[in-house]
């Protein structure tokens, strides 16, 4: 099962979700500032998503900006960032889609196609 993790509000994760209907998709709906992930999901999601641990920052939240987490983040080990990301669901880039041993981060319609169609990206095509 497909686990969609996203702020209903954010309008990223409306044309995700959009997405994910128009094919047709299974998933469970997880909103993050309701059930905000937890320090081991966050662990789990950074190693299966394959991205350095900072882009798993919403660097255009609100949050993300009062914090000014721009300047102290490239500081902080990754323990801190895990752990910062852990305090608030609003801090996490969104959304996140968890399908077995495969995270994707942010909406990205290629990558999607790719992992949940199999299909190849533009550059892989042989035409």
């Excluded at 500081?75 to 995270?103: F, Q, Y």
Aim: hydrophobic share 35%.
């Amino acid at each position: 099962m497909i686990q969609f993790v996203c702020y209903p509000k954010c309008t990223t994760c409306q044309k995700a979700k959009k997405w994910l209907d128009d094919k047709k998709m299974e998933y469970e709906l997880r909103d993050i500032k309701l059930d905000n992930p937890t320090l081991d999901e966050l662990m789990e999601w950074h190693k299966k998503s394959g991205l350095p641990l900072k882009k798993l920052f919403n660097t255009s939240g609100l949050l993300y900006k009062s914090l000014n987490l721009k300047d102290k983040i490239p500081t902080m080990s990754e323990d801190e960032m895990l752990n910062l990301l852990a305090s608030d669901g609003m801090l996490v880039k969104r959304p996140i889609l968890v399908v077995d041993d495969c995270v994707l981060v942010g909406f990205k319609e290629t990558e999607w196609n790719t992992a949940l169609l199999h299909e190849k990206s533009p550059d892989e095509r042989p035409f």
